[in-house]
């Protein structure tokens, strides 16, 4: 069932709206009168559900990414290469932090530089989140579909580092809207990673390896093959058939 479809409880409300100021104040900025009016409830009903701002704060990011998380759960095992996961997990974050700014700015701008976050149910849920990217990459290690000496940790780092820094220089920006949206960049981006990680296959068929005398040797045998064969055709050319002539009556 659609949040269109039923209506949103009053702590999603109070979340909603708390998203909303924090993302736009800053958490320092905001105070809970803003909130509950925003969000049509008493001070007192925030503070029912949530003991204080910052306890409001960390619920917001720990409610978004568990959901998220889930949702994507729900689609992963019925993608079986490691590749197809990995774009699969990468996507999921990009539509996460540009569809709901709101959020992105709040965990990228506010919340990752907050030593008291890293404590907390959300920033573990978060990390739930990158080391299901680390498995997936380490999968692919196992497997042959990366190299065996790719370090997963750094492939990770490259990734999601990657993804942070063009969101944070977008709202940096002003969120502007151009005509190549940040989705566009995810495909050659994960291309370029892919390419550099990726296990090289040997092509099949024969291959020989010859030392360089053996090697002109044999192309000496080849070409003396070759100039028989030419021979043989010219002068079968040359032969013209002889045809009996018919006596005459």
Not at 20 to 48: H, L, N, P, Q
Not at 174 to 191: A, H, Q, Y
């Amino acid at each position: 069932m659609t949040d269109h479809a039923r209506p949103k409880s009053r702590k999603d409300r109070i979340m909603d709206a708390a998203l909303r100021i924090f993302a736009e104040k800053s958490f320092a900025d905001a105070t809970i009168s803003e909130i509950s009016k925003e969000a049509g409830v008493s001070e007192a009903t925030i503070y029912e559900y949530f003991g204080t701002k910052e306890d409001l704060l960390f619920a917001i990011p720990e409610k978004i990414t568990n959901d998220t998380f889930e949702e994507s759960e729900m689609v992963l095992p019925y993608i079986k290469d490691v590749e197809g996961r990995l774009r699969a997990i990468m996507y999921s974050y990009v539509c996460l932090y540009q569809n709901n700014p709101d959020y992105s700015a709040l965990v990228l701008l506010q919340l990752m530089s907050n030593k008291r976050f890293r404590q907390t149910a959300a920033h573990a849920a978060i990390r739930r989140s990158a080391h299901r990217l680390l498995d997936c990459v380490r999968e692919g290690v196992a497997n042959g579909t990366f190299r065996e000496d790719v370090d997963a940790y750094l492939v990770r780092s490259m990734l999601m580092g990657t993804i942070e820094h063009v969101f944070i220089h977008w709202h940096m920006q002003g969120m502007p809207k151009d005509r190549k949206t940040i989705m566009d960049i995810l495909d050659p981006f994960l291309e370029m990673v892919f390419s550099g990680i990726r296990a090289k296959k040997d092509d099949e068929g024969v291959v020989l390896r010859l030392k360089l005398e053996d090697a002109q040797s044999l192309g000496a045998l080849l070409a003396d093959s070759e100039g028989e064969q030419k021979n043989k055709t010219t002068k079968k050319q040359q032969k013209k058939p002889i045809k009996k002539k018919e006596k005459e009556k």
